[in-house]
C-alpha cells in the first residue's frame, strides 16, 4: 500500500497491524490497524483502525430490513386494524386472567403457554384447540399473542369467516387493499390465530368446487414451516366434511392437539 501511494506522488499514512482477529459484530477477519499521520497539523498522531470490518454495511442492511417491517407492519395495522378483529370480550385476555375450570383445561393453559414461551419461528409447530363453546380457545389464543407481541414477533389473530369476509371484500372495485396484500401479510407473520375454523359459510351443495375451501387450502398451505393456531368447536369428523379432507389433512401437519372441553364460561356466572 505504501509503495503504491508513493509511485503515485503522495505520501499514505505509516501503518502496522497490532492484531488481527474475527470481529464478533460482522464475523470478518479484521485487522486491528494503527495509523500514523504522515502529515498536516496532526502529523505524527496515531489511531486505530479495524480494517475489514463490515460493522457498518451490516448496520446499515439491517437499518433497512427493519425500515422495510415497520413499514409492512403499519400497513398490515391498517389492513387488518386488529381491534376490530378481537371482540371485546376477548381484548383484555391474557394468561393471567385465564382461571382454568377443570383439570384438562388447566393442563391446555400450561401447553399454550409454553408454546408462547418456548416459540421459535423457525420451528413450525402448529396448535389445534378443539373442544366445546365457551372453554376459553381464543381467550388463551389471544393470551399468546400477546406474549409474542411482546417478544417482538408478529402475530395475527383472526376468525376464519371474518378473513374469508375480509378476502372477498378486496374483489369490490374500490377496495384499498389486493387479495395479494393479504396472502402476503398472512404468509409473513410469525404467528397466525386462525379463530372457529369450520364456521365459515360454505355451499356444501357445490363441494367439490367450493371458493371457501380452495382459499383456506390456500392460506393454510402458505403457512407451511411456520406457526399457526386453529381453534374450532367441531368434532374431527364434523371438521373434516365441513373443510373436506384435503384441507383437514393439511391443518394436522405438524400439529398439536389440545382438548378444551369444559363447562361455558359465560355461563358461570348466572
Ligand atoms: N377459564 C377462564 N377464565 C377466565 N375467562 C374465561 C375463561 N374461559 C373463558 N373465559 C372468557 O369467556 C369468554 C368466552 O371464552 P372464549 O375464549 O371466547 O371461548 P371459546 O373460544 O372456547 O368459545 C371470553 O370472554 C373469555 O375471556
Ligand atoms: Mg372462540
Ligand atoms: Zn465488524
Given at each position: 500500500m505504501e509503495t503504491a501511494a508513493k509511485a503515485m506522488g503522495f505520501k499514505a499514512p505509516r501503518s502496522r497491524v497490532l492484531k488481527e482477529f474475527k470481529c464478533p459484530g460482522c464475523g470478518e477477519m479484521v485487522q486491528a490497524t494503527e495509523f500514523t499521520i504522515p502529515?498536516?497539523?496532526?502529523?505524527g498522531e496515531t489511531f486505530v483502525k479495524n480494517v475489514g470490518c463490515r460493522c457498518e454495511d451490516k448496520e446499515l442492511a439491517m437499518q433497512a430490513v427493519r425500515n422495510h417491517q415497520a413499514m409492512l407492519d403499519r400497513k398490515a395495522r391498517d389492513m387488518f386494524d386488529s381491534n376490530s378483529l378481537i371482540n371485546k370480550a376477548l381484548q383484555k385476555a391474557t394468561f393471567e386472567n385465564y382461571q382454568p375450570t377443570t383439570a384438562a383445561l388447566r393442563e391446555a393453559k400450561l401447553k399454550i403457554y409454553q408454546f408462547a414461551q418456548t416459540f421459535d419461528p423457525d420451528e413450525s409447530c402448529n396448535l389445534l384447540l378443539k373442544?366445546?363453546?365457551?372453554?376459553g380457545k381464543s381467550h388463551l389464543s389471544v393470551a399468546a399473542v400477546k406474549v409474542l407481541l411482546d417478544r417482538g414477533y408478529t402475530c395475527l389473530f383472526l376468525s376464519v369467516p371474518k378473513l374469508l369476509t375480509k378476502i372477498k371484500n378486496?374483489?369490490?372495485?374500490?377496495?384499498?387493499?389486493s387479495e395479494n396484500d393479504i396472502m402476503d401479510y398472512i404468509q409473513r407473520v410469525d404467528l397466525l390465530v386462525l379463530d372457529d375454523v369450520g364456521t365459515e359459510y360454505t355451499n356444501l351443495r357445490n363441494d367439490q368446487d367450493n371458493w371457501t375451501q380452495s382459499k383456506l387450502f390456500e392460506i393454510m398451505d402458505s403457512r407451511s414451516g411456520r406457526n399457526t393456531i386453529y381453534t374450532t368447536n367441531l368434532g374431527s369428523a364434523e371438521l373434516e366434511k365441513k373443510i373436506n379432507s384435503r384441507n383437514f389433512s393439511r391443518m394436522m401437519d405438524d400439529t398439536e392437539i389440545i382438548i378444551m372441553d369444559g363447562p361455558d364460561y359465560r355461563k358461570k356466572q348466572f
Open positions: 502529515l498536516g497539523p496532526h502529523k373442544g366445546s363453546y365457551g372453554t378486496t374483489y369490490n372495485r374500490d377496495a384499498k387493499w
